[in-house]
């Protein structure tokens, strides 16, 4: 049950858990110690072992997927329980929050050519580039041709996808 941790199906598999885990570890490390982070990832460890053995009885599992969501949790709480003296931070979550209900695609779309189109008119803003220099042209004009391109693709898309008919 608790080896099941140490085993991954392969190489992405193994970075992404060492990455999720870094992520979040480390900080929770630095605050409470390692022995107490090592305590609750094996806790957590042996809680989704249990959990996975007793629902998929037949089937073994693999990866630390499920310690590392203990530890993500962990974190949340500790850092809600530190927004709860903080005002200021409980708003900017609550705005968070928010965000979920907004048409990610259309900020995307308008970003995207608001990004293309500035490259476009005022060149590339990397400091090395000077302003007359040929890589701030050839810049220029390759975010003119990709704002272009992106326009047409998308208004090609939206006249020939289907339209599914009225109710």
């Not at 990832?41 to 007793?54: F, G, H, P, V």
């Not at 499920?66 to 200021?88: Q, S």
Request: with cysteine.
């Amino acid at each position: 049950m608790i080896t099941s941790n140490l085993l991954h199906g392969n190489w992405a598999h193994l970075l992404s858990n060492m990455f999720t885990q870094l992520l979040y570890g480390i900080p929770l490390e630095r605050k409470y110690g390692s022995i107490r982070i090592v305590i609750i990832y094996w806790l957590c460890t042996l809680s989704a072992s249990l959990a996975s053995t007793t629902l998929h009885t037949m089937t073994p599992g693999i990866g630390a997927s499920g310690a590392l969501y203990g530890v993500l949790l962990f974190y949340i709480v500790e850092r809600l329980m530190a927004m709860k003296t903080n005002t200021d931070q409980r708003r900017r979550l609550h705005i968070v929050l928010q965000l979920v209900s907004i048409a990610h695609a259309d900020h995307f779309g308008g970003g995207l050519m608001g990004f293309l189109l500035g490259i476009g008119m005022f060149g590339c803003p990397w400091p090395w580039n000077n302003e007359h220099c040929i890589s701030q042209r050839t810049c220029r004009r390759v975010a003119i041709v990709f704002a272009s391109l992106y326009f047409l693709m998308t208004v090609t898309i939206f006249f020939v996808r289907d339209i599914p008919p009225p109710k």
